[in-house]
């Protein structure tokens, strides 16, 4: 099954949206062992359109289009779909009766362009969106199934998940058994991480891929095929023996995902006192459902003054040793744990720039703490030549592998090859 995805739109094509709905869709599939083989990104012009709809129905097998159901002028997706075919649009009665009880529902009244909504391809299988107002439809043209959705991210997420890839199940048989592993890593650059997996030969049918956002570089281990998937175990094994602690979660996409997993409902607490990360440590877990039932605080003590009276951080280690130092992130780290009693308590301080350097403390100078009830973990990082972001980004990805470290009764404190730490 040849797979493949148009995009519509003139604010996509331009740059002026990001194309979220892309990303998303074909790392959906890829979990389900379906690659995404092309995309083509296309304005809204009809001529345009209709030009893609007939050359890419002559190559794949199945297309999604996303965007161009709307009821304005330039939502043009359905009229270039019945150009492509040579038939005419049509009223579905079924999706204009549905139209008509949502906005009688909704106490509103529903304006004469909604009505081009319902209007479809001559012979287009109607696909239900249940949660707004442009139905999706499929048709069949030349060897391709296309299968239209709505642009509007939850519209779409919803039909995907729930009506193209059962439609696809239906329709397709796999020419060949697949299975995907992705392995999170972290504090190594991709052509490090390159270099060193060459050392291991794959067996056919299994293929390595690296996606980089950073702080994280994701390996995707794709195996195709009953031997190679029997495989997968043992290079799997490989690669996690060959990258050591740089290995630090398994089909997630960021650490914060897999500190949650490990701390809902597991009957522990965390309290977390932030400076240079900003809150990022805290906003990252909240991101997920479940989180109250281990987070007990998260603190933003920005400022000395807010580190002595919050946190009770001693003002004569302050004038000691300074805001970023193993000493001050400590008593940090104890102090956000000591307020309510909780498990842990996590903490950050740093220089994340670009300007506060010193030369003893350069510009990506951070500290990390983390207080447990047997005692404290610390360590200071030389995160150099680093923007504001990724400084911030790599300390809250740091403290979080510190504290998914000591959940699991490893070692807490690892080296990371792409950054060094001081003595402490």
Request: hydrophobic content about 45%.
């Amino acid at each position: 099954m040849k797979l493949e995805m148009i995009c519509t739109g003139e604010e996509v094509l331009a740059g002026q949206i990001v194309d979220t709905n892309a990303a998303w869709f074909a790392n959906t599939l890829m979990n389900k062992g379906i690659e995404c083989q092309r995309r083509v990104t296309v304005g809204d012009r009809l001529e345009d359109l209709v030009a893609v709809f007939k050359e890419r129905s002559l190559e794949a097998d199945i297309i999604l289009v996303n965007g161009g159901l709307g009821p304005t002028s330039d939502d043009l997706s359905s009229e270039a779909m019945a150009l492509a075919m040579g038939v005419a649009l049509v009223e579905n009665i079924e999706w204009r009766t549905k139209l008509e009880d949502w906005f009688a529902r909704n106490g509103r009244v529903m304006a004469e362009s909604n009505l081009k909504q319902a209007l479809l391809p001559e012979s287009a299988l109607m696909i239900d969106n249940p949660v707004g107002t442009a139905c999706g439809f499929a048709v069949k043209l030349n060897r391709a199934w296309l299968f239209f959705t709505p642009g509007v991210p939850f519209e779409f997420k919803r039909m995907v998940t729930e009506q193209f890839i059962p439609f696809i199940e239906d329709r397709f048989v796999a020419s060949t058994s697949v299975a995907l592993k992705k392995l999170l890593t972290l504090g190594n650059g991709e052509s490090a991480l390159a270099d060193i997996l060459e050392a291991i030969p794959l067996p056919d049918g299994i293929t390595l891929g690296y996606r980089s956002y950073m702080p994280y570089i994701e390996i995707k281990l794709f195996a195709r095929g009953a031997r190679a998937i029997t495989s997968l175990p043992r290079i799997e094994s490989e690669i996690k023996t060959l990258l050591g602690n740089a290995v630090v979660a398994e089909n997630v996409t960021t650490l914060d995902q897999e500190i949650h997993n490990k701390l809902v409902n597991s009957g522990l607490s965390l309290s977390v006192a932030e400076s240079c990360t900003g809150g990022m440590i805290t906003s990252g877990l909240i991101a997920f459902s479940g989180s109250s039932s281990y987070l007990h605080h998260g603190l933003v003590t920005y400022s000395n003054e807010a580190k002595v009276k919050i946190l009770g951080v001693n003002p004569q280690t302050l004038d000691d040793y300074g805001a970023v130092s193993i000493a001050t992130v400590e008593e940090m780290a104890k102090g956000a744990r000591n307020i309510l009693g909780s498990d842990y308590g996590l903490a950050t301080s740093g220089i994340a720039g670009p300007e506060g350097g010193t030369p003893d403390k350069p510009v990506g100078t951070v500290a990390i703490a983390l207080a447990t009830k047997n005692g404290v973990h610390s360590q200071m990082l030389k995160l150099p030549s680093r923007s504001r972001a990724l400084v911030r980004s790599l300390t809250t990805a740091v403290a979080y592998d510190m504290l998914r470290r000591e959940l699991l009764d490893e070692a807490v404190i690892v080296d990371y090859s792409s950054f060094s730490r001081f003595s402490k």
